[in-house]
């Protein structure tokens, strides 16, 4: 085991799988010669060289759109975006071109392309570069989204997903990058896309977290020990596919839920979660499941209200507390 | 396809000649025109011929250049007493954002910060060739300079940096997102190139409402790059707004040499694409900004959108996190040498409006200003906790999720 920052075992993944496949490169803004907006690439482009590790200008649907075309024709490109709030600008190469493309043509033309870079909030940076965009892209048919919570996850699924044959949007996150952790230092070390992670046992209440909402949770999971209550964490680190099973296993056994979620709340991770697992476990349940999100409005810049817009410990304690029916 | 070569030739350098526009060329339009009307019945199909001439087909373009040193302030019709409160407009800028700086590294500031200084010539030129008030402005997120260059005041737009109630944004928006609707500035925009098509926009309203007023639409070097910037620049020329899109190219967006990214870095001649006219000036030099902007000013409110490009420089990082390390060595000095505001404080001494010691006073002043807006921002509060739901919709009950 090698202890890893997040930003080194993503460039690990994406180096051994250059090394590994020519027909992998990578593109995007700053990726190159400033050796990334978040130091993610550094060292790349000595490696590689410019024809591999390519620098773009500010054109988010361009080179979102020319990585598809390249797939389609057999290569396999990693496509960064500077944060997940730009691939707006590309909305229609990710959702509409690239998901797409394989069923459209009966099968002729794959894409096998990876769409990565930093998503959610990232401190006071206002309503545009504050998006979590992992339920919004779980919504195309498709896609793949993984959202990994740490080092070794990251390494394993972003090797994976650069082998894998569909379009996978894999999402990181610009506060984590500096998170340090051990990754395995298997040769070859591919973590299964679609397999959620029990991240700690417990016995009382399941809560279901990624990315950065993970960490927060595990703070809230000390938080209730404390308390005497014992929490089971699940890791999703795939949003789409999802393994409720491994979610409603949890469930079945503690028989209450909460799901913490950095995605607005309507239509968020956390409501999908809720749905499956009332469809599949309802008689499991003791309490309404509850949520943890963001409030329903855009990202403020005042230091308080963000501090009021972020999933917190205290309202992940407080839910949890309330599906248990223990006072607060 | 003849037509369009010939118009290549006249049109940019001739629309910019004539004073209001409505000079030689324009006539020659309108009897062209009329002519057209007189052989071929009116509607809605192409005009456009697929006779393909022998060819080759050959352009010569003209684009207008405002280099440095060129202009006396009173060729611009500027008084005397019209120079020291350029400067002042110019100093008040910098040593807002110098001590911005300060504020970040105090973390009074948070989130991302992008300092315009170096730049200051580019929003004060422009002001003085504007109805303040009546013309509107939009910009990208480097938005301090221009917000003060327009009389925002430095209190409120530090209160916004600060995250107060009292912020220009009521502390939602922060240093990317100055706006203040009564002086119709339009707002700093974070995402590049997304407020290209709001521009178009906000001349497309004045034009509805047949107002003469003009947007100034400023974006950066990087911004050109986004298909939004095409996207908007056609529709403003189909539907003849009153706007000049003025790209700041101060050479790099992040660490980003303009001519590594662009096809064409002379960015001045992609308006060409869009039988805009087009030009060239020099950021050094506050004045040769201010002819520029009030020559394209004349032709937007002619109706004649047009592309303006301005050599910059920024002298900070990108933002305040980033070192700047790919400058050439003794680039940024070099920059430095020409400052705008050195140049015009010269100019003022010079022409002998005003003393050296008038102007250590006058910066005196400003520095003083620049403390105060600290001190109000300091006083104010935070936005009260629900000010979150505020300001999310119109409708004041809203069924939120809760
Ligand atoms: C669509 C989009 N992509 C990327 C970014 C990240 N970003 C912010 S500023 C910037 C550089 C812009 O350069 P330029 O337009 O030249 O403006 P300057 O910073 O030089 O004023 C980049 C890449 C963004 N904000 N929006
Ligand atoms: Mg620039």
Redo the contacts between chains.
Sequence with gaps: MATLQLREAIRAAMTEEMERDENVFLMGEEVAEYNGAYKVSQGMLDQFGPDRVIDTPIAELGFAGLGIGAAMSGLRPIIEFMTFNFSYVAFDQVVNNAPNMRYMSGGQFGCPIVFRGPNGAAGQLGATHSNSTEALYSNFPGLKVIAPSNPDDAKGLLKSAIRDDDPVVFLESEQMYGLKGEVSDESDYLLPIGKARIAREGDDVTIVAHSKSYHVTMKAAEELEKEGFSAEIIDPRTIKPLDIETIIRSVMKTNRLVVVDESSPFSSVASEVTHQVQERAFDHLDAPVLRVTPPDTPAPYAPNLMDRYMPSVEEIVRASKRVMYAAA | MADDKSKAQTDPADALDAPSGDGAADEEAVTESAADEATEPEGPWTRQSIDIPDGPITETVEYNTYPADRFSHDELDLADDDLMPMLRNMLLQRRFEERCRQMYQRQKI???LHLYIGQESVSTGSVYGIRLGEDSVITAYRDHGIGLAMGMDPGVCMAELF???DGC?R????S??FFDASKRMFGG??????HLPLGAGVAFAHKYRGEDNVCLCFFGD??M????YREALNLAGIYDLPIVFICENNQY????AVD???AEPDLFKHGRSFDMPCSLASGMDVFSVNRAVKDHVALARDGQPSMLEIRTYRYQGHSISDPAK?RQEGELDARKSEDAIVRLEQYIVNQGVAADSEIETLDEEIKQEVLDAIEFAENSD??D?D???EH?YAQEDYP??N
């Design positions: 948070s989130g991302f995250g107060k109630k944004s502390g939602k928006g922060g990317m997102h925009h974070a995402i590049v190139g997304a990087g911004a790059a986004q298909g939004a967006a992040m660490g980003t590594r990214v662009q790919y935070f936005p906790d000010a979150i739901y999310v939120f999720i």
